[in-house]
């Protein structure tokens, strides 16, 4: 119990190795059963990954569940070697990784082409936080660009729902309800106001989009777009066997050296979302530490690259994933840092808030008669975060750009990354930016278009939450 000794402003118990920090549930912090139970009920949110695997990649229930299973459990690795987050998916990539997947014919070229992608983001990761060059890379990136693949990536996002053959076809009436609570429970200030003065409230509104989640199983047999679920006992079975098989270079072989190449563009443009969640995680972190000064919370930038860097680079071997393994589940980190604040009797330590919280996601993810109720209506629910990351990234990658020039060229990039993939836009962001800054290539112009300009006279994203709109988007 070693987590009873630690001082005032003193670190959580760890074992120290090289730029990890080992801690071990029990031992180094004490099991928060709060978290753990409400891990149980959010694994919902992991399962909603399924529906994007069948469709692109043809593969049975059991084996999209099994992806998902590997994935929870390489989840853990973050807050075991130190890495004070909940990790998730890298959302708003997941539209491009679809995009560029889908060029290739359904089957083993498929499969090949989404581990390529895989292993290669988890190589630059691993690259990156091991020489400590994220930062540099992504600030050789003209600021136009970034803006123009943000916002393309939540355009796209937004896209996957509406298009011809999207979810909305499928549940028009439960989405339409769905995230209309949704973006009311996460983006009103009504809403926002309205839970501090209310404590039911206020926890409905700490459970991010769980609760859609749960009326969506209601609304959905309601408007006959989905059946009842029928609620099963008993442990899941996840098929690792026809996952490697099938799936994996166990199964298929190595992928063509052609396909690592053809994969950079669209790595490169999912990297530089990744770079916005390690921002935000750093903010997120920061706010929290500031109130709980006694325990002293480390987020280093290089060592979650190493950790998401392992999770994708294993992944791409074991279980090659749509979603991709990011840094942060934003939603869930935000509800974690809120219970953090609220002192040493609510939560002991930040690492034992997101383990517990971790187990509990994998726990559940186990578990049949919670697999079985959200079955019918996980298409909602990969719409649901779908949508609202489309609303967050739109905003974000405005916010990215530094004038109104930039603005305009991140328009057109955005709009051919949505048409033809981060190739095309990457080229024609390079072309635009040279026509129009020549020597300014990499500087680009600023103007007073945007608050935050006048604030810090930076282009990077501005994660810092001092102000409403950032604060708002730190919520997500």
């Known amino acids: 119990m070693l987590w009873k000794n630690r001082k005032f402003g003193e670190e959580s118990p760890h074992i120290p190795a ?20 409400q891990g149980l009920l959010m694994c919902a949110v992991d399962l909603s990954a399924i529906p994007i695997l069948v469709e692109l990649l043809g593969m049975p229930f059991e084996v999209a569940l099994a992806i998902v299973v590997l994935n929870g459990l390489f989840y853990l690795l973050h807050h075991l070697l130190g890495d004070p987050t909940v990790p ?9 990784i679809t995009l560029y997947c889908s060029q290739f014919p359904e089957g083993p070229e498929r499969v090949h082409s989404l581990i390529a992608f895989q292993m290669t983001l988890g190589i630059l990761s691993l690259v990156l936080g091991a020489t400590g060059l994220a930062a540099k890379v992504v600030g050789l990136i003209p600021s136009a660009m970034k803006s123009g693949i943000i916002l393309g990536a939540g355009l ?11 979810r909305f076809e499928s549940f028009p009436w439960t989405i339409t309800i769905a ?20 404590r039911f409230w206020g926890l409905i509104g700490k459970l991010g989009i769980f609760p859609v989640i749960l009326l969506a199983v209601i609304i959905a047999p309601i408007f006959g777009e989905a059946a009842w679920p029928s609620i099963e006992w008993g442990f899941s079975a ?21 396909m690592f190449i053809t994969a950079l563009p669209t790595v490169l443009a999912a990297y530089i979302v ?29 060592r979650a690259h190493l950790i998401f860097g392992i999770r994708n680079s294993a992944m ?14 934003s939603a869930m980190q935000v509800v974690m840092v809120e219970r953090f604040k609220k002192g040493r009797k609510a939560m002991d330590s930040f690492f034992g808030g997101i383990g517990s919280f971790r187990w509990g996601t994998n726990t559940g993810l186990f578990l049949l008669p919670i697999v079985s109720l959200v079955e019918p209506i996980l298409g909602v629910a990969l719409a649901s975060t779908m949508l609202i990351q489309g609303y967050v990234s739109v905003k974000v990658g405005i916010l990215e750009a530094r004038s109104q020039t930039d603005l305009g060229v991140a328009g057109i990039i955005g709009a051919i990354l949505c048409i033809k993939g981060a190739a095309w836009a990457f080229a024609a962001g390079i072309i635009l930016c040279l ?29 810092d939450g001092k102000n409403d709109e950032e604060r708002e988007l730190l919520n997500v």
């Open 274 to 302: 990744l770079f916005g969640d390690v921002l935000q995680t750093k903010a997120l972190v920061e706010d929290g530490a500031a109130v709980r000064v006694d325990e002293k919370v480390d987020y280093s930038p290089s």
């Open 238 to 258: 996840p098929d690792f066997v026809t996952l490697w098989n099938e799936y994996t270079i166990f199964g298929l072989g190595f992928p063509p050296i052609m």
């Open 179 to 198: 995230i209309g609570i949704a973006f009311y429970l996460l983006f009103s200030k009504h809403f926002s106001k309205f839970q501090h003065k209310n």
């Open 18 to 37: 090289g730029p990890f920090k080992i801690r071990l549930p029990f031992i180094h912090y004490r099991f928060e059963w709060p978290d753990y139970v």
């Open 156 to 166: 796209a996002a937004v896209i996957s729902v509406f298009q011809i053959g999207g």
């Open 435 to 463: 026509l129009i800054y020549g020597k300014n290539f990499f500087k680009g112009e600023v103007d007073n278009t945007f608050t935050k300009d006048q604030q810090n006279g930076k282009g990077d994203l501005n994660v």
């Open 316 to 329: 791409s071997i074991l279980g090659p994933d749509v979603t991709m393994c990011g840094p942060i589940w």
């Open 88 to 96: 998730g998916w890298i959302t708003p990539a997941i539209p491009l």
